[in-house]
């Protein structure tokens, strides 16, 4: 039987994500403080965010299965971009990774009341050098806002992608191999009666 276990995430892609590998699961969003601490290097800062949703939702209560939470932020030069607050902070961050090769880091954690256990997924995406009307348009169709470094995947965005080694679904929000032996590792003799 396929262990149940609660999703801490409002991402619908997490949602898609998780339920392509078969587990029963709740989705709820979790309050946490995603501030970047200062030098905090952006894959610990990505890791700890995981952790952090992971571990809230159990001390809010959630502690009668597995919480599995994620987080993905994109990296070039080494400073995690967030999503974009605007069309000009859209506009900045296109304009550095045009042409470019970035990192996208997803964390996977899960918890429960007696651990923690988490990993970072790491993924170089390469964009093709974009013109300031590919972006303006890209902007329109509303798919940037709610996705770290401004883009998704999966959607419009995927045709800027030139060359991608590592994960797709870990640049999509949730990488599925990575996950699969999370949730295997942390979950064995869990569910045995």
């Known amino acids: ?51 952090l949703k992971a571990q809230s939702a159990v001390a809010k209560g959630y502690t009668d299965k597995p919480v599995l939470g994620s987080d993905t932020v994109v990296v070039i030069d080494g400073i995690a971009l967030g999503k974009p607050i605007d069309q000009q902070d859209f506009m900045r961050t296109m304009a550095r990774l045009s042409g470019r090769t970035h990192q996208v880091y997803t964390a996977i954690a899960m918890a429960d009341p007696a651990k923690t256990l988490s990993t970072v997924v790491c993924t170089d995406v390469t964009f093709k050098t974009l013109t300031e009307q590919e972006m303006q348009q890209y902007w329109h169709t509303g798919e940037p806002l709610d996705k770290a470094g401004g883009y998704g995947i999966q959607g419009v965005g995927g045709k800027f992608v030139t060359q991608l080694s590592g994960s797709y679904f870990a640049v999509m929000g949730l990488p599925l191999y990575e996950t699969e032996q999370l949730i295997q590792k942390f979950t064995e003799g869990y569910y045995e009666q």
């Open 1 to 51: 039987m396929a262990p149940h276990l609660y999703l801490a995430s409002a991402s619908p892609r997490r949602k898609q994500l998780l339920s392509q590998l078969g587990y029963e699961f709740i989705q709820f969003a979790v309050d946490a403080d995603e501030t970047q601490l200062d030098n905090e290097p952006p894959l610990e800062y990505v890791e700890r965010l995981a952790r």
